[in-house]
């Protein structure tokens, strides 16, 4: 064997070109040569076996990559683009995709021991939900739940603020009355674009209140968008735990006679009772008229918004509900109005939505009440809640309604009669020039 073959198989090519400046391999310059190059190849052997081992497993993981997706794009071949499911997902859709990228996960994510299974599940179902591409279908969770239960039934811990996702923007439909929201000058079609220092563009609903709840006490800066401003506002709001008043009423000395007052604040599960017994303790004064408050009224229970419009009218219907695969489902009145008679008014601003807007549209189309202030959120839709396995539920969209007339407000909203502007710094000196025209027209 000769020494070209000995020390290729020892070393590297870089030795050898060493090797070959000897003139003997019995020389004095060899040996001093060969004990240099033993010793520069128990150096370069590491490296160089370091350097080609990382080399190969690149390449190893690249192919393996490769290989798996291959066999991803022939596993995922039968999913359809642009297919409509009108039966049983589960029989027509291949969801391998879904198992495909959790598998991924579990093999090449950095720490997998964070990859609760719950969590991701959860994930999974709200990013199913949200590609719907409807801001009032929403998937909740167990605590979402929780909270919107608490809002029905009007406790919760918060700043006090009625959120919705519209056109991909976080819109404020009403701070609650006497919340830390309205406090701090919160109004309703704001749009929240940071929360603290997140940015929230992109965001879904449930994250965006994620991220404004927190411990009573605390607080949170909101970053909002408001069209009267050029310039974005920066609000501090402290957190608290909220009751909200259902009803609130009171009776206005009027000039020609007394009014009576009655501001409903949402429609939730104890709205009817507690109007009715607000309006009850008015039926032995001789009342000029009565003044329904609807403003920064979020909206709640389609039954509670006829159950409301029954105490004014009689016999007629109050809104039209369109589902799918069905013919228009008139929901009308019930039972002996109280008042079927007295001269009504009702305010509304930009923070009514909902019942509210079913509300106020009926009795304006009915022409029983004439409707003050200004232009309503324009929230035309019927949601179901649905309740899901281990606490969590969807708020799924199952129909539109319309107003006696057949008017959909969604995104329009609700025209008043009367149109009355009242500004923030109105709002904060208790000036009210929406309810003194109510009162004004009810006077003559």
């Known amino acids: 064997m000769d020494a070209r073959r000995c020390f290729w198989h020892d070393a590297s090519i870089l030795v050898l070109d060493h090797l070959f400046l000897a003139p003997s391999l019995h020389s004095p310059s060899f040996v001093t040569v060969h004990t240099l190059s033993r010793r520069a190849i128990l150096v370069i052997l590491p490296l160089v076996t370091f350097v080609t081992g990382a080399q190969l497993g690149v390449q190893y993981e690249r192919q393996a990559l490769y290989e798996q997706h291959a066999r991803l794009e022939q596993f995922l071949a039968p999913v359809q683009d642009g297919k409509i499911v009108a039966g049983d997902p589960e029989k027509e859709v291949n969801i391998a995709l879904l198992w495909a990228v959790w598998r991924i996960l579990i093999q090449h994510y950095i720490t997998p021991n964070t990859l609760d299974a719950n969590t991701l599940v959860m994930g999974a179902v709200s990013g199913l939900v949200n590609a719907v591409n409807d801001p009032y279908t929403v998937f909740m969770t167990p605590a979402d739940t929780k909270a919107f239960d608490d809002i ?192 009504l008014a009702i305010l509304i601003n930009e923070g009514s939505a909902s019942a509210s807007e079913i509300v106020a549209g009926a009795l304006q189309d009915m022409k029983r009440a004439r409707v003050f202030g200004a232009v309503s959120f324009g929230k035309g839709t019927v949601q179901q809640v649905i309740d899901l396995p281990g606490g969590s539920a969807l708020r799924v969209t199952v129909a539109k309604w319309l107003t006696p007339s057949g008017h959909d407000l969604s995104e329009k909203g609700l025209t008043p009669d009367v149109i009355v502007p009242r500004t923030l710094e109105e709002m904060k000196s208790g000036e009210d020039p929406q309810l003194n025209s109510a009162v004004d027209w009810l006077q003559h």
Do not use: C, W
Request: zero cysteines; hydrophobic letters at 45%; proline letters at 5%.
């Open 152 to 343: 029905m039934d009007g406790t919760l811990e918060g700043i006090g603020a009625q959120l919705e996702l519209k056109a991909g923007q976080v819109v404020v439909v009403a701070p609650l009355k006497k919340s830390p929201a309205e406090r701090a000058g919160l109004m309703p079609l704001d749009v929240i674009v940071k929360v603290n220092d997140t940015d929230v563009a992109g965001m879904r609903l449930d994250e965006v209140v994620a991220l404004i709840r927190g411990k009573q006490g605390t607080s949170v800066t909101l970053t909002v968008f408001r069209a009267s401003s050029a310039e974005p506002l920066v609000l501090s709001v402290k957190r608290e735990a909220i009751h909200i008043p259902t009803v609130e009423s009171k009776t206005i000395d009027g000039a020609t006679g007394p009014i009576a007052y009655v501001s409903l604040n949402q429609f939730g599960n104890d709205s009817t009772a507690e109007m009715l017994k607000a309006v009850q303790s008015f039926r032995e004064k001789k009342l000029k008229g009565m003044i329904l408050d609807l403003r920064f009224n979020g909206g709640g229970l389609l039954d509670g918004a006829v159950d409301i419009v029954s105490l004014f009218v009689r016999e007629v219907t109050v809104a039209t509900v369109v589902s799918r695969g069905a013919g228009p489902e008139r929901h009308r009145v019930h039972g002996d109005p109280l008042f079927p008679d007295l001269p």
